[in-house]
Each structure stands twice: as C-alpha cells, then as structure tokens.
C-alpha cells in the first residue's frame, strides 16, 4: 500500500507523522517538494492519501478531480483523498479542526467582533468558521491591507483576536504581532501557531486575564477528521483530546527557577537521570559562550552585560523541546526572560530558606544581607511564574520526589 503524507514546502519541524501513528495504523510520511516539482509529484500519485499545508492548499485545487462543498467556499484544500477511479477528491478539514479549537477554548464568537490577523490561506478558514458562528463584525488585518497593523488599534472594540500569522513561531520564539493591552474589550484570544505552545500573543492574553488557546488542538482536530477521510472509518473523537494532552505533555520543558545557591543544578541532574531528558543549565551556557567564568564575567564587564548573556542563553534553550532546563537565579528579572520561561515549559520553584543558600562563587550574594534584598526583590516574580512550588530538602532525593509528584500528568 501507498503511504499516506503530507505536502508541504519546508517541513522538518512538522509533527503530522507523530498525530497520526497515534489515530491510525498506516505508514504516514513527509513529501517536501518545491513548486516546481508539484506536477510530476500528482503524475506519479505515490500517495494513497494527502494532508496539504503552506504553500499548496490552493494550488492543489487543479490536480483534484473534485471538491467538497467546504473547500470549494473556502478555496482552499489541504485533505486529499484517492478515488476508487484514480482520481483525486479536495477536501479541507482544517475547518472542522478550527471549529472544535474554538469549542474547545470555551471562546464565544456569536455576536462578537473579531479581529483576524493576517489574509494568508489559513485566514480564509478563519474567516468562515466564525462567519457561521454567528461573528458580528469581521475584520481582517494585512501588512498592506485598509487595516493594518499601523491602524489596527482603531478597532480597540474587538471581543475576539484570531492570530494567524507565523509571528512568534519556531524558531521565532519572542515576537509579537500586536500589543494586546491596547484593546479594553477583549473576552477572547486564539492563535494557530502551536509551536511554542505559549507564543508572545497567548503569554500577554494570559498576563491580562483574557481566555486563550493554541493552535495544538486544531491541528490534532483536522488531522482526525484527515484520518477517517483515509481509512472511510468513524475514529472516536474522544481520541483528539488525548492526543493533544499527550503531544503536550511530552514536548514540554521543565524549568527549574529559584535563589542562587538552592540547588537548582543538583536536582536537574538528578531529573535527567530519572526522566531520560537531556540537562541544560544556562550559567553553564553563558559560561560556555564567553569561554570565561560567572565571576569573570561580573568583574570585566558587569551585570548588564551577564544579563543580556544570560538572556541569550534562556532564549536559546527555551525554546526547545523535552528539556530538563536549571536557570540562573536571576534570570527571571528581565521580563522577555519571563516570556521564554514560560513559552514552553512546566515551571518549578525550589523554595530554600536564605540562611542555607549556597554563596560561593556567586558574584550578589557576598553576605546574608546581600542574599535578604534580592529575595525580597524575586520571591514574587518566582511566585508568578510557578506552576508548583517545591521546598528544598537537604537531601537532594527528597526534593527530586517532590518534583516528580508535582510534574505528573503534567510531564512524560
């Protein structure tokens, strides 16, 4: 039997293979081809079944025989299935996955006006799912377009925000496409991108209170709705929840976030070893990087300078997958830092009394006094960050079990 696949342009960073060896039992592959091998790669048809994502949801419309009724209203394709005959059937289930994400994210769409960002084929989805939810107002935000993002902040009435740019993605982990708090109004935030699973817009919508959702449960959602395409067989959908908490929880980080001196380095070690995920810790990073020691680095260049070391450091690791990752103490003062930590990542706070934090070779923390202000300054930054909060035990394997008590069903 032919595999079945997905179409694309640049691929290597696509999960599609994963979500689908969890919904059936068939051989799923990647075919990355350029425009211009596009027609000998439908001449051949070495597929018995295609998912189709950027830059080919519309120009695969003439290589289909026929399409659904929802592609044809959206001019857009991205599921093929072959015909007894040979011939090709378009289909978009991205509409049904965009719909369940909504349903799923609790979101209300129904009278509301709502803001897309971005015109790219994805928008065209967008644009009809909440069409036939019942949207108010639609408004949809371009580069170049009447509204744009220099005049986008007229519509400061927008309930709804539905990203669908590639802005804040991998590898872009960090920019935003808006500034959120400049919309009073908002009672819903939605972005496609699922990779990294918080991206700049969803951490703002979070900080202001606003309902969010990522793009994870779409893409599991219209990769379902694909697979019975594929095998003609009714898969429960009970089956795209579970995908999606165990793509999440697999693909997390965890951060270990805390004073200097209370152990942070030890127990990452001792999480590595127990949970089989690789060890970063990013004072070893920036020591790495500038081929010179912490204290080195204070003495020749100064605080400022090792922070924004430091900041390279997070924004490098973070924005990874499946790491085990100890922070230095400081790292959490910078706010872009606050972002990365989070982005994608379970976050833990170890909690040691300052009268037994290690102070050696710690370039802010010369005496108790040091050690009182700058626990005052970060306990409540730690606090925000914190998804649990562990306090540290002089033995080292006590803390470790309390960590892997608070990262289950978090963590796999």
Same mark, same amino acid.
Not at 73 to 86: A, E, F
Not at 99 to 127: C, F, H, N, P
Not at 207 to 227: I, R
Not at 391 to 403: A, G, M, Y
């Given at each position: 039997?032919?595999p079945?696949?997905?179409?694309?342009?640049?691929?290597?960073?696509?999960?599609?293979?994963?979500?689908?060896?969890?919904?059936?039992?068939?051989?799923?592959?990647?075919?990355?081809?350029?425009?211009d091998?596009?027609?000998?790669?439908?001449?051949?048809?070495?597929?018995?079944?295609?998912?189709?994502?950027?830059?080919?949801?519309?120009?695969?419309?003439?290589?289909?025989?026929?399409?659904?009724?929802?592609?044809k209203?959206?001019?857009?394709?991205?599921?093929?299935?072959?015909?007894?005959?040979?011939t090709l059937?378009?289909?978009?289930?991205?509409?049904?996955?965009?719909?369940?994400?909504?349903?799923?994210?609790?979101?209300?769409?129904?009278?509301?006006? &709502? +803001? @897309?960002?971005?015109? %790219?084929?994805?928008?065209?989805? *967008?644009? =009809?799912?909440?069409?036939?939810?019942?949207?108010? $107002?639609?408004?949809?935000?371009?580069?170049?377009?009447?509204?744009?993002?220099?005049n986008?902040?007229?519509?400061?009435?927008?309930?709804?925000?539905?990203?669908?740019?590639?802005?804040?993605?991998?590898?872009?982990?960090?920019?935003?496409?808006?500034?959120?708090?400049?919309?009073?109004?908002?009672?819903?935030?939605?972005?496609?991108?699922?990779?990294?699973?918080?991206?700049?817009f969803?951490?703002?919508?979070?900080?202001?209170?606003?309902?969010?959702?990522?793009?994870?449960?779409?893409?599991?959602?219209?990769?379902?709705?694909?697979?019975?395409?594929f095998?003609?067989?009714?898969?429960?959908?009970?089956k795209?929840?579970?995908?999606?908490?165990?793509?999440?929880?697999?693909?997390?980080?965890? &951060? +270990? @976030?805390?004073?200097? %001196?209370?152990?942070?380095?030890t *127990?990452? =070690?001792?999480?590595?070893?127990?949970?089989?995920? $690789?060890?970063?810790?990013?004072?070893?990073?920036?020591?790495?990087?500038?081929?010179?020691?912490?204290?080195?680095?204070?003495?020749?260049?100064?605080?400022e300078?090792?922070?924004?070391?430091?900041?390279?450091?997070?924004?490098?690791?973070?924005?990874?997958?499946?790491?085990?990752?100890?922070?230095?103490?400081?790292?959490?003062?910078?706010?872009?830092?606050?972002?990365?930590?989070?982005q994608?990542?379970?976050?833990?706070?170890?909690?040691?009394?300052?009268?037994?934090?290690?102070?050696?070779?710690?370039?802010?923390?010369k005496?108790?006094?040091?050690?009182?202000?700058?626990?005052?300054?970060?306990?409540?930054?730690?606090?925000?960050?914190?998804?649990?909060?562990?306090?540290?035990?002089?033995?080292?394997?006590?803390?470790?079990?309390?960590?892997?008590?608070?990262?289950?069903g978090?963590?796999?």
């Open positions: 039997m032919k079945f696949g997905l179409l694309g342009r640049k691929l290597s960073h696509s999960i599609s293979p994963e979500i689908h060896n969890l919904l059936c039992d068939y051989e799923y592959v990647l075919f990355e081809r350029e425009p091998e596009l027609d000998e790669f439908f001449e051949k048809q070495e597929f018995s079944g295609l998912n189709v994502t950027i830059p080919y949801k519309k120009d695969v419309i003439k290589y289909c025989a026929e399409l659904s009724e929802t592609a209203k959206i001019g857009s394709v991205n599921t093929i299935t072959v015909r007894p005959d040979g059937y378009g289909d978009n289930s991205d509409y049904f996955g965009f719909s369940y994400m909504v349903e799923q994210s609790g979101v209300q769409i129904k009278d509301k006006t &709502v +803001l @897309i960002l971005g015109t %790219g084929g994805a928008s065209l989805t *967008v644009k =009809a799912v909440v069409e036939d939810m019942g949207a108010k $107002e639609i408004i949809s935000v371009s580069r170049t377009g009447a509204v744009n993002y220099d986008v902040y007229d519509y400061q009435n927008a309930d709804v925000i539905i990203n669908t740019t590639p802005v804040g993605m991998y590898p872009h982990n960090g920019e935003r496409v808006i500034d959120l708090s400049r919309f009073p109004a908002l009672s819903g935030c939605l972005d496609l991108i699922y990779n990294p699973s918080l991206t700049p969803l951490y703002d919508a979070e900080n202001l209170g606003v309902p969010y959702a990522n793009g994870l449960t779409m893409l599991v959602a219209q990769a379902h709705m694909s697979a019975g395409k095998v003609d067989s009714h898969i429960p959908e009970e795209i929840e579970q995908i999606v908490a165990e793509l999440a929880s697999v693909r997390k980080n965890i &951060v +270990l @976030i805390g004073m200097p %001196g209370c152990g942070k380095s *127990v990452s =070690a001792l999480l590595g070893q127990v949970l089989k995920r $690789e060890v970063v810790d990013t004072d070893s990073l920036v020591v790495e990087n500038e081929k010179r020691s912490i204290p080195e680095i204070f003495a020749s260049y100064g605080e300078y090792f922070r924004a070391c430091e900041t390279k450091a997070v924004a490098d690791c973070t924005k990874k997958s499946t790491l085990i990752i100890a922070t230095g103490g400081g790292a959490v003062l910078r706010e872009e830092n606050r972002y990365f930590i989070k994608n990542s379970f976050v833990v706070w170890l909690k040691r009394d300052f009268n037994r934090l290690a102070m050696e070779g710690r370039p802010l923390s005496s108790i006094d040091d050690i009182k202000k700058i626990e005052q300054v970060r306990t409540p930054v730690y606090a925000s960050l914190a998804d649990a909060e562990i306090e540290v035990d002089d033995d080292p394997q006590v803390t470790l079990s309390k960590i892997l008590e608070a990262v289950k978090e963590i796999k």
